[in-house]
């Protein structure tokens, strides 16, 4: 009986290469299928990077039950006495991420030649096309090391800016820079590990929808937390008004949306349907680094391509019998689209608030803080207390019902995870 072939990665392993050697076999083996014309990102997703229930694909992973590492503790996984020369390191944006693999969009006016064609002297217009994709304004393929790799969820994220190196015949990671911003929260499976959605963006846009799906002003409320902590601007973008047909309609979403006009929350309202607001949201998003951010199916492939049909963003349809949205968007992607970037992420159902305890809550209702000197109790939660000013205002309209009845859902959620 014939010997069954022994697979490339255990040849990989036999002869002293580690996972970075492995990483490399992938690469190569991506490029092929890259460049042949398949879809070679499908071959690194899981249930997870799609952003799809594990349950639907029998994919559950076990809860982890130890504590999330800290910065000094990922890089002290770096293997001793192996330090990146960055003598030779190129400047980038992450631009998407697959596991082990990062598109990397190098800075301008950068070489960009490989350690084959410096040996050989000035690179040839047919090696340059052939060792980088800068020419052909591609994003660069890289190579994650093994302890960005292995914390790949929180230590590097799609607008992070890096240092690239060479490595063989291809590039590798070096060094992720210090974010300006960024969005995280909680992995849904495991709370304790973080996931970080997007760094360094100027301004976060919360895509909602008018009807199909609903306005949840809760993960709207979820969001806006969570953009405050990460230190960018936010700004509400009320998706499918073609969706509205009469006046009780549109009555609904203004009395939906007045809690936020209350506290001056940026707003606008788009189709990108029949084009309303899209040239004021392309005015606003000029000269940023913008997220788009929301629940499934509320439109943000959609306004991508109306805000430039030549990105041709994928899209996808809504479920008419759940009223819930169908994945498009598998994984964070940063678009240039001319005068702003924007970075698209999967659409989600839920969002955990990563490292938010009850007591921290109260500081991110503004409307809430300005009644909080009329409480009796300095440390009030505005659940329980007697004589809440914030309950006061509650019940005698002063405050809207929903917007506390959002407050108290969080407020609860976070006490039941504290609970744990």
């Not at 992995?187 to 963006?201: D, I, S, T, Y």
């Not at 606003?284 to 629940?295: E, I, K, N, S, Y």
């Amino acid at each position: 009986m014939p010997k069954k072939k022994k697979s490339s990665r255990k040849k990989i392993r036999r002869t002293g290469g580690g996972r970075d050697a492995q990483l490399a076999h992938r690469l190569s083996k991506t490029v092929r299928e890259h460049f042949a014309g398949t879809d070679a990102l499908d071959d690194f997703d899981d249930a997870e990077e799609l952003g799809l229930d594990p349950a639907l694909v029998g994919a559950e992973p076990p809860a982890s039950s130890a504590r999330p590492r800290t910065q000094a503790e990922r890089d002290d996984k770096r293997p001793s006495g192996t330090e990146p020369d960055l003598s030779e390191a190129l400047d980038g944006r992450v631009v998407s991420l697959a596991s082990g693999l990062a598109w990397i969009e190098l800075d301008p006016d950068q070489p960009t030649s490989t350690p084959a064609d410096r040996s050989a002297g000035e690179p040839t217009d047919e090696t340059t096309d052939k060792t980088t994709d800068k020419t052909t304004d591609q994003p660069l393929l890289c190579i994650l090391p093994s302890h960005l790799a292995e914390d790949q969820r929180a230590g590097i994220a799609v607008g992070d800016r890096v240092r690239v190196v060479p490595a063989g015949d291809d590039h590798r990671v070096a060094e992720v820079l210090p974010r300006s911003t960024g969005l995280s929260r909680p992995h849904p499976l495991n709370p304790r590990e973080e996931r970080v959605v997007a760094a360094n963006m100027d301004l976060v846009c919360v895509v909602a929808s008018t009807l199909r799906p609903p306005l949840r002003p809760a993960l709207i409320d979820r969001y806006l937390i969570a953009i405050e902590r990460g230190g960018a601007e936010p700004l509400l973008v009320v998706n499918k008004l073609d969706q509205l047909s009469t006046d009780a309609e549109h009555a609904e979403l203004e009395r939906a949306l007045e809690p936020y006009r209350a506290i001056d929350l940026p707003m606008l309202r788009t189709s990108a349907t029949d084009g309303r607001g899209i040239e004021a949201l392309r005015q606003r998003l000029d000269g940023t680094l913008a997220a788009f951010v929301g629940h499934s199916g509320v439109g943000k492939s959609s306004l991508i391509n109306a805000l430039a049909p030549e990105i041709d963003a994928a899209t996808g349809a809504v479920s008419r019998t759940l009223g819930t949205g169908r994945h498009t968007t598998t994984r964070s992607n940063l678009y240039d689209l001319g005068g702003f970037r924007l970075i698209d992420t999967p659409g989600i159902r839920e969002l955990g608030l990563w490292r938010m305890t009850p007591e921290d809550l109260r500081l991110h209702f503004p409307d809430f803080l300005e009644l909080a000197p009329g409480c009796r109790f300095a440390n009030c939660t505005h659940v329980h207390e007697p004589e809440c000013a914030v309950r006061q205002a509650v019940a005698s309209g002063d405050v809207s019902r929903a917007r506390y009845e959002a407050y108290r859902r969080i407020y609860e959620s976070l006490t039941d995870d504290s609970a744990r």
